[in-house]
């Protein structure tokens, strides 16, 4: 019984291997290439990877290989052994970042994001306590002034902080700029709110600052659709 079980078992295994070799047969790969292909999808199954995204690396090695071998480029040639591969997949090597990549977005992006929570948190104040709300509240240029200064120094905190990846400086240079980056921070905050609230700063009404923190709400979702937004302050997001 456990006989018949067990070559039920390696016939099962068998046809499986077999239509796994054949959609690496007959698409214009060399027998080297294919049985490269093969082996390497063998071992891609038995990660933890989703099959939406093994589907993925296997179409795009076969569309590499098809036109890579045309110039005498072999499967080992481009991707080591089918181990080395998979291990390169599984844990992919870190790369370095800059400080300045994408980084015009990702300021505009955490500014704005910023510039909403300030018009919420303040609008709220004014709501709750429209008595001594005016004295809490600070004017619409500080909140402007402020955001902008959040924004410019999120990349560079979230970056120093992300374990994620490579850095180009080590710690200690890495904490210096992140004090730096602090104290900047601080200083502007507080000369911020201490503008007098006159002209251009004044406080405006809690309509108005929901108004402003709807459009910012509009402005961040559009940015994020066509931007690639790597550095969030609350939410670091490193595309592997």
Not at 128 to 139: D, L, T
Request: proline fraction near 4%.
């Amino acid at each position: 019984m456990t006989e018949k079980r067990n070559a039920h078992v390696q016939q099962d295994r068998h046809e499986a291997d077999k239509k796994t070799r054949t959609q690496f047969d007959g698409i214009g790969l060399t027998k080297r290439n294919s049985d490269y292909m093969f082996r390497f999808s063998k071992e891609l199954k038995k990660t933890a990877l989703s099959p939406e995204r093994k589907a993925e690396i296997i179409s795009q090695m076969k569309d590499e290989l098809l036109v890579e071998q045309k110039h005498g480029a072999t499967a080992r040639n481009l991707y080591g052994t089918v181990e080395e591969r998979i291990a390169f997949i599984v844990n992919p090597p870190k790369k370095k970042t800059s400080m300045f990549d994408n980084f015009i977005p990702n300021v505009v992006y955490n500014a704005v994001f910023f510039l909403i929570l300030f018009n919420l948190m303040y609008g709220f104040i004014l709501l709750i306590q429209p008595k001594n709300g005016q004295e809490q509240a600070v004017g619409i240029t500080s909140l402007i002034l402020i955001s902008a200064v959040f924004g410019f120094c999120a990349p560079f905190l979230t970056k120093l902080l992300d374990p994620s990846v490579k850095h180009t400086y080590n710690g200690w240079m890495r904490a210096l700029f992140m004090l730096i980056t602090v104290l900047v921070w601080i200083l502007a905050f507080f000369i911020a709110i201490n503008l007098p609230k006159t002209g251009i700063n004044v406080v405006v009404s809690p309509i108005v600052n929901f108004v402003l923190a709807a459009i910012g709400i509009g402005v961040d979702i559009w940015v994020h659709k066509k931007y690639t937004i790597t550095v969030n302050f609350f939410t670091p997001r490193v595309k592997k």
